[in-house]
């Protein structure tokens, strides 16, 4: 099973690599290099179902704390307006 189009502005999508992002309370996991369709639009990025289902296996093991991951430097803003 391949997406085809984005169902955002149903651009085209290219198979490639993308970051994914989460944050748990005031941690934050990135997993790289994670195959993904990604559109040539707007950049929103598809995950088959197995590479999701990847994904949920590390999110799980995350809030388990069972997870072992390279510390990564991250600061955060608040935009101001
Ligand atoms: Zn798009």
Do not use: Q, W
């Amino acid at each position: 099973m391949k997406p085809d189009r984005c169902s955002l502005c149903n651009g085209k999508l290219h198979e490639g690599k993308t970051e994914f992002v989460a944050r748990v309370g005031n941690r934050v996991v990135v997993i790289k290099d994670v195959p993904a369709f990604i559109c040539e639009e707007c950049g929103e990025s598809y995950f088959t179902p197995e590479i999701s289902k990847k994904i949920d296996k590390i999110m799980r093991e995350f809030h388990e704390g069972k997870l072992l991951m390279r510390p990564i430097a991250a600061g955060e803003i608040e935009l101001e307006i």
